[in-house]
C-alpha cells in the first residue's frame, strides 16, 4: 500500500494568514493527489484534484501544487470558514489512501 | 445538483451484519462510479472500497473478506454490507461519487455494541 505522510498534523493561524499543508507519498503518485476540507458533522468537500485542479465552486485562495511523491495545500488569506480539518488522498493505484489529517484551527 | 444520503442503523451488535444505504439524486447511479469512506471516532478518513461503473468492484485489503458494496439501479442507491462487525467497525460512514470521491454524503454514524 501506497502510504501518505501529512504534516503539520495540527496547526494555528489567524485570519488572512496564509498556511501550507504537505503530503509525502511513499511511492510516486504522478499527480494522482487529491484534498478534501471537513468539518465535523458535515460533508467533506473536494478542494482539488489531479493535484493542482480546483474543484468547481472552490475559492481561488487555494491552491494546489506538487508531482511524483510530494505535494502541497495552500491557502493563501485564511477565512473563518476555512478552519477545518484537511486530508490529501492518493488515487493513483488500490487501495487507495489517505494521510492523517491537518487539523486547522484559529489563533 | 448532486445529493446523497447514508442511512441504516446507528446499532450493529458484535457478529452482525452492517447494512447502509447511500440514496443518490441529481445524477445517475449507473454513470460514475461509487465510494465508501469511514471514520471512526478520533481518527482519520479510511477508503472501504469502490463498486465501478461496469460493476466491478476494489476493496481495502483489511476489509475484503467482509465487505461487499453494490448498486440498486431502480431506486438509484448504493449500499454497503460489513459481515462479523467489531467494535472497531464503529464509524461515521460516508459514501462518495466517484472513485475521486467528487460529493459526499454527511455520514451516518454505526456503533458496533451489545
Known amino acids: 500500500d501506497i502510504q501518505m505522510t501529512q504534516s503539520p498534523s495540527s496547526l494555528s493561524a489567524a485570519v488572512g494568514d496564509r498556511v501550507t499543508i504537505t503530503c509525502r507519498a511513499s511511492?510516486?503518485?504522478?499527480?494522482?493527489l487529491a484534498w478534501f476540507q471537513h468539518i465535523p458533522g458535515k460533508a467533506p468537500k473536494a478542494l482539488i484534484y489531479?493535484?493542482?485542479s480546483l474543484r468547481g465552486g472552490v475559492p481561488s485562495r487555494f491552491s494546489g501544487s506538487g508531482y511524483g511523491t510530494d505535494f502541497t495545500l495552500t491557502i493563501s488569506g485564511l477565512q473563518p470558514e476555512d478552519f477545518a480539518t484537511y486530508y490529501c488522498?492518493?488515487?493513483?493505484?488500490?487501495?487507495?489512501?489517505f494521510g492523517q489529517g491537518t487539523k486547522l484551527e484559529i489563533k | 445538483q448532486v445529493h446523497l444520503q447514508e442511512s441504516g442503523p446507528g446499532l450493529v451488535k458484535p457478529s452482525e451484519t452492517l447494512s447502509l444505504t447511500c440514496a443518490v439524486s441529481?445524477?445517475?447511479?449507473?454513470?460514475?462510479?461509487w465510494s465508501w469512506v469511514r471514520q471512526p471516532p478520533g481518527k482519520g478518513l479510511q477508503w472501504i472500497g469502490v463498486?465501478?461503473?461496469?460493476?466491478?468492484?476494489t476493496y481495502d485489503p483489511s476489509l475484503k473478506s467482509r465487505v461487499t458494496i453494490s448498486v440498486d439501479k431502480s431506486n438509484n442507491q448504493l449500499s454497503l454490507r460489513l459481515t462479523s462487525v467489531t467494535a472497531a467497525d464503529t464509524a461515521v460512514y460516508f459514501c462518495?461519487?466517484?472513485?475521486?470521491?467528487?460529493?459526499w454524503g454527511q455520514g451516518a454514524l454505526v456503533t458496533v455494541s451489545s
Open positions: 462518495a461519487k466517484d472513485a475521486g470521491l467528487e460529493y
Open positions: 488522498l492518493q488515487y493513483n493505484s488500490f487501495p487507495y489512501t
Open positions: 441529481g445524477v445517475s447511479l449507473t454513470s460514475y462510479s
Open positions: 489531479v493535484a493542482s
Open positions: 463498486i465501478h461503473y461496469s460493476g466491478t468492484t
Open positions: 511511492q510516486r503518485i504522478a499527480n494522482s
